[in-house]
């Protein structure tokens, strides 16, 4: 358990702190409203919709999550050239978030995921997106984010959605550079690119990735020691949604179980835990510390419908 003062000394010092993150950007689509019948069409509800709400999603909501807390995020993806693109530049500037850095690549639509609600659920999603690689040139453009942003930030967050941002040539690049400046590399990964996340600081994928990549004959003790050693990462966190989280570093296993009172909605949570995570143990927290702090963040967002960034009073509740 961490006492009141040490989680006060912790997320006092969150404020100011520099994160680079590079990753997938997209625009995530509420149509929220009622559903009381079914279509005559077919066997499937109808749902008037009442209100479309767009906001920041992908690597952009982990940008969300730190501003919420008192960081300064740096966002570094790529936007198409489109309608879409420019709603999620306003979004972000609504939330304060620079777009400076954003790449613009007029050969791909930006992603936009599109989910419909009614009475608190999610009835369907629907994708609309290019997945894949970025052109050289564009890759070019995202290793010179890290090379002009590195002299003054205190963490990179690499936030990989499989959308084709990340690949085997940008990802060993940053993490040379960032490494070569002795600037913590944290991952959220796609089994895609497993392989090229060698030597970060935090690897997280969630159970369903780790196991894609992991004979899942093995217990998940033993795939947790055997990747951690392969990627030879500091720490391996293993999110397991309803069964919390499975940390790996210093050659022991801890399991933090879920801190949701009642899980709602799951989306984002992956990217509060990144967040939090990395922002604990930038401003001095020890990995189980960081751990337990971003699993109860993860709990409190899941508790609400759609994706929420976690806001400080939420997390000040985990003294209670």
Known sequence: MISVDRFNS????????????????????????????????APVPVVDVEEIRDNPGGASNVALNLSSLGALPILCGVVGEDSN??????????????????????SRPTTVKSRIISKDHQILRMDFEHTNDISSEISSKVVDCITDSISDIDGVILQDYNKGLLNNQNIEKIISIAGDNQIPVYVDPKHKNFSSYRNV???KPNQSEFYSYMSNELD????????????????????????GISLFYD??????????????????????V???????????????????????????????????????????????
């Not at 306003?90 to 400076?100: E, F, G, M, P, R």
């Not at 050659?251 to 509060?272: C, E, F, L, N, Y």
Request: aromatic residues 6%; neutral net charge; glycine residues 6%.
């Open 10 to 41: 912790i997320s006092n010092a969150f404020k100011g702190k520099k994160i680079l993150i590079i990753g997938d950007l997209m625009l995530d689509r509420y149509y929220f409203g009622q559903s009381n019948r079914m279509s005559p069409e």
């Open 85 to 106: 693109g420019e709603k999620l530049l306003s979004s972000l500037n609504k939330h304060k978030i620079s777009a400076d850095t954003l790449i613009y690549d007029k």
């Open 201 to 203: 600081k935090l690897f």
């Open 220 to 243: 998940l003790e033993t795939a947790g020691f055997l990747l951690a050693n392969q990627i030879e990462c500091d720490v391996l966190m293993i999110t397991r949604s309803s069964e």
């Open 251 to 272: 050659s022991k296993h801890h399991h933090i179980p879920t801190k949701a009172r009642t899980i709602h909605d799951v989306s984002g949570a992956g990217d509060t």
């Open 274 to 320: 990144i967040s939090v995570y990395s922002l604990c143990e930038i401003s001095g927290a020890n990995p189980l510390e960081s751990a337990s702090i971003a699993n109860f963040a993860a709990g409190r967002v899941c508790e609400l419908v759609g994706v929420t960034p976690i806001t400080m009073s939420q997390l000040q509740d985990f003294t209670t």
